[in-house]
């Protein structure tokens, strides 16, 4: 819940923020919770905003945490047992004093694909339009919060700037994690996407999406929602035919639009919102944006504007790597690859960016030779570098010494030190070696079914 409390204590007019929580597991316990928390919040943020409070997370503050810590306790919960449920909406607060706060779970049937995250994230894009109907959307996984409740309204400044909003699809912040032990041996900050690579990205036409709040463009088929049609419409800001509408028709066409059902014959997942062209429903789609003309924005500043749950040991960080990896291997060799689909669209630089993040699998073959054939090489006799004395020496010894030099600099540049430059080298060769073998595996599997 401290997604959805420090979400609601953003520092943003209430009436024109929105809350919605997407629940696919359908749990009655996490309704119970959400009430709970807007109970709580409803005390809460009147005291953040008086008195200026900077985390407004409760779990990361002293105030209240003792009551907190008794709720956190009681919602350690799974979800519905059942595989097939209708859809449900809520709303759990429509007063102007504080945001709108709705309950969103998606029906589910056993015969029909559920499209996991992303299709998760559409249903409650159609949800929302019915609701609130704001043109730009943060999207927040349920293990982040809110560090800085400023942070909207920097990403608004992006939007709303008539220089860069006609073409700037999203803005992207950096993903940092508030359980990072001191020395990070395992490198779950993944230091070099977010602080280096992205950076570099920005300077481009911008980074990659990856869960934060963009604006979309309306497509050509969105499905036979007339209302839902109606709220793109507004958001165009075309001519609509207005009327008050009752609230309990507004939550039966909300039922109606995240019903398992709505997308069939639509472009949803195709050309609209967000894509099924891979599991990695946020990098497919941001990559997708790029390729029709528009840019993005990495959004870094000095405090983090949320804070996230990293893994903390060698396994969670190796399963989620080959999941990745998999899934980009999946996107490199889909009618969608940026070898093919991408390099006609795109930059030809910027593209060759989407082309590495596809192709890191060959590292594996070349740690796998670098592993073996030196060591035969040696047993046989068979010299594989050139002697000190030897010219081309130099040549290797420049490419060497200038590959760790450059990435050392990087390294101190964004504040680390000699230990943290010896930790990515270890980890980097761990993660070419387990994410390169066994990711390409896994994605053929997926292929074959």
């Given at each position: 819940?401290?997604?959805?409390?420090?979400?609601?204590?953003?520092?943003?007019?209430?009436?024109?923020?929105?809350?919605?929580?997407?629940?696919?597991?359908?749990?009655?316990?996490?309704?119970?919770?959400?009430?709970?928390?807007?109970?709580?919040?409803?005390?809460?943020?009147?005291?953040?905003?008086?008195?200026?409070?900077?985390?407004?997370?409760?779990?990361?503050?002293?105030?209240?945490?003792?009551?907190?810590?008794?709720?956190?306790?009681?919602?350690?919960?799974?979800?519905?047992?059942?595989?097939?449920?209708?859809?449900?909406?809520?709303?759990?607060?429509?007063?102007?004093?504080?945001?709108?706060?709705?309950?969103?779970?998606?029906?589910?049937?056993?015969?029909?694909?559920?499209?996991?995250?992303?299709?998760?994230?559409?249903?409650?894009?159609?949800?929302?339009?019915?609701?609130?109907?704001?043109?730009?959307?943060?999207?927040?996984?349920?293990?982040?919060?809110c560090n800085d409740p400023s942070s909207v309204k920097q990403a608004m400044c992006f939007f709303l700037d008539p220089e860069t909003s006609k073409d700037v699809a999203f803005v992207q912040f950096p993903q940092m994690f508030?359980?990072?032990?001191?020395?990070?041996?395992?490198?779950?900050?993944?230091?070099?996407?977010?602080?280096?690579?992205?950076?570099?990205?920005?300077?481009?036409?911008?980074?990659?999406?990856?869960?934060?709040?963009?604006?979309?463009?309306?497509?050509?088929?969105?499905?036979?929602?007339?209302?839902?049609?109606?709220?793109?419409?507004?958001?165009?800001?075309?001519?609509?035919?207005?009327k008050y509408i009752p609230r309990d028709v507004i939550l039966q066409e909300a039922r109606a639009v995240a019903s398992c059902s709505y997308e069939v014959d639509t472009n949803w997942g195709n050309e609209a919102r967000f894509?099924?062209?891979?599991?990695?429903?946020?990098?497919?789609?941001?990559?997708?944006?790029?390729?029709?003309?528009?840019?993005?924005?990495?959004?870094?500043?000095?405090?983090?504007?949320?804070?996230?749950?990293?893994?903390?040991?060698?396994?969670?960080?190796?399963?989620?790597?080959?999941?990745?990896?998999?899934?980009?291997?999946?996107?490199?060799?889909?009618?969608?690859?940026?070898?093919?689909?991408?390099?006609?669209?795109?930059?030809?630089?910027?593209?060759?960016?989407?082309?590495?993040?596809?192709?890191?699998?060959?590292?594996?073959?070349?740690?796998?030779?670098?592993?073996?054939?030196?060591?035969?090489?040696?047993?046989?006799?068979?010299?594989?570098?050139?002697?000190?004395?030897?010219?081309?020496?130099?040549?290797?010894?420049?490419?060497?010494?200038?590959?760790?030099?450059?990435?050392?600099?990087?390294?101190?540049?964004?504040?680390?030190?000699?230990?943290?430059?010896?930790?990515?080298?270890?980890?980097?060769?761990?993660?070419?070696?387990?994410?390169?073998?066994?990711?390409?595996?896994?994605?053929?599997?997926?292929?074959?079914?």
């Amino acid at each position: 819940m401290d997604t959805l409390i420090s979400a609601i204590a953003m520092d943003y007019p209430s009436d024109k923020l929105g809350v919605y929580l997407s629940d696919d597991g359908a749990c009655p316990v996490t309704l119970y919770g959400i009430k709970e928390a807007y109970e709580f919040a409803k005390e809460w943020v009147p005291f953040c905003r008086k008195y200026g409070i900077g985390s407004r997370c409760p779990r990361c503050s002293s105030l209240h945490r003792g009551r907190m810590n008794n709720f956190f306790e009681v919602m350690n919960s799974g979800q519905s047992k059942s595989s097939s449920r209708p859809s449900r909406m809520e709303i759990i607060n429509d007063q102007s004093e504080m945001p709108l706060v709705v309950y969103v779970s998606r029906e589910r049937r056993p015969i029909v694909s559920h499209k996991y995250k992303g299709g998760a994230l559409n249903a409650l894009l159609r949800v929302s339009g019915l609701f609130s109907n704001g043109p730009y959307v943060l999207v927040v996984d349920c293990d982040m919060y809110c560090n800085d409740p400023s942070s909207v309204k920097q990403a608004m400044c992006f939007f709303l700037d008539p220089e860069t909003s006609k073409d700037v699809a999203f803005v992207q912040f950096p993903q940092m994690f508030h359980n990072l032990s001191k020395k990070d041996i395992y490198d779950s900050q993944t230091r070099h996407a977010f602080k280096t690579m992205w950076q570099g990205m920005d300077g481009l036409r911008g980074p990659g999406l990856a869960g934060s709040g963009y604006e979309h463009n309306a497509q050509n088929k969105f499905g036979k929602s007339t209302m839902y049609i109606e709220s793109l419409k507004a958001i165009r800001g075309q001519q609509t035919a207005k009327k008050y509408i009752p609230r309990d028709v507004i939550l039966q066409e909300a039922r109606a639009v995240a019903s398992c059902s709505y997308e069939v014959d639509t472009n949803w997942g195709n050309e609209a919102r967000f894509s099924y062209a891979i599991l990695l429903e946020s990098t497919v789609t941001g990559y997708l944006l790029h390729c029709r003309g528009w840019r993005s924005t990495y959004l870094y500043p000095k405090r983090p504007c949320f804070l996230g749950c990293a893994p903390t040991d060698f396994k969670e960080g190796m399963l989620q790597l080959v999941k990745w990896v998999s899934e980009l291997c999946l996107l490199g060799v889909s009618k969608y690859s940026p070898f093919t689909y991408g390099i006609s669209r795109m930059p030809i630089v910027h593209c060759f960016t989407f082309c590495y993040l596809t192709s890191t699998t060959q590292y594996a073959i070349v740690l796998i030779l670098y592993g073996i054939i030196p060591q035969v090489c040696f047993l046989k006799g068979i010299p594989v570098f050139p002697m000190v004395t030897e010219s081309w020496f130099l040549i290797f010894a420049i490419l060497y010494v200038s590959s760790q030099s450059q990435h050392l600099i990087e390294v101190l540049y964004d504040g680390g030190s000699l230990g943290t430059w010896w930790d990515e080298q270890r980890i980097w060769i761990l993660r070419s070696l387990i994410g390169s073998i066994f990711a390409p595996i896994v994605a053929i599997k997926k292929l074959l079914g």
